[in-house]
Antibody, heavy 120, light 107 residues
Framework: QVQLKESGPGLVQPSETLSLTCTVS????????VSWVRQPSGKGPEWMGR???????AYNSALKSRLSISRDTSKNQVFLKMNSLQTDDTGTYYC??????????????WGQGVMVTVSS | DIQMTQSPASLSASLGETVTIECLAS??????LAWYQQKPGKSPQLLIY???SLNDGVPSRFSGSGSGTQYSLKINSLQSEDVSIYFC?????????FGAGTKLELK
């Protein structure tokens, strides 16, 4: 069955870089796109960016200068790196599978999420 | 970015009742609207996409409707397991954007 699982540090120092890994199973990264979505506690989710099925990337313009998404198809993994973290980057980070290959799409599967706290 | 405004922010209803949650987009999104359910401590789950298409495995008591800028999620015969936060999301223009959520509790 389709599964996505995020991994990475739960605590990041201000101004440091966040590195997260999404490991997927039950589908191919060359057939489906994977997005990263984050959610501050008690607030609505925010789309961060996408690794397209063809290897291209797309980013939320609000985060583009700090964000990088890459993948390793042989390991079924998608990676997120975001630099210059601040306290308002605290929240739960999810990787999700895109329902379709259109430019903007719902997300039909979500990982369990990883809670990231930015604090010294 | 397209702004999504949900109402009400919170809602209290009794078992068996019918509830409706509204979502207003800042511009026409041509039915490119999804609804998610997020149970306490869990990740969001897709309920409805393209305004009225039920995702696989979602009970038929959930339904979506709307067009243009105004959309709604209706839950018939409320069950205890429906206690959740519900989010709408527009999928018309990038970046996809979410509403702030509606918290549904039992009365």
């Amino acid at each position: 069955q389709v599964q996505l699982k995020e991994s990475g540090p739960g605590l990041v120092q201000p101004s440091e870089t966040l590195s997260l890994t999404c490991t997927v199973s039950g589908f191919s990264l060359t057939s489906y796109s994977v997005s990263w979505v984050r959610q501050p506690s008690g607030k609505g989710p925010e789309w961060m960016g996408r690794m397209w099925y063809d290897g291209d990337t797309a980013y939320n313009s609000a985060l583009k200068s700090r964000l990088s998404i890459s993948r390793d198809t042989s390991k079924n993994q998608v990676f997120l790196k975001m630099n210059s973290l601040q306290t308002d980057d605290t929240g739960t980070y999810y990787c999700t599978r895109d329902l379709s290959t259109t430019v903007v799409t719902p997300f039909d599967y979500w990982g369990q999420g990883v809670m990231v706290t930015v604090s010294s | 970015d397209i702004q999504m405004t949900q109402s009400p922010a919170s809602l209290s209803a009794s078992l068996g009742e019918t509830v409706t949650i509204e979502c207003l987009a800042s511009e026409d999104i041509y039915s490119n609207l999804a609804w998610y359910q997020q149970k306490p401590g869990k990740s969001p789950q897709l309920l409805i996409y393209y305004a009225n298409s039920l995702n696989d495995g979602v009970p038929s008591r959930f339904s979506g409707s709307g067009s243009g800028t105004q959309y709604s999620l209706k839950i018939n015969s409320l069950q205890s397991e429906d206690v959740s936060i519900y989010f709408c999301q527009q999928n018309y223009d990038s970046p996809p954007t979410f509403g702030a959520g509606t918290k549904l509790e039992l009365k």
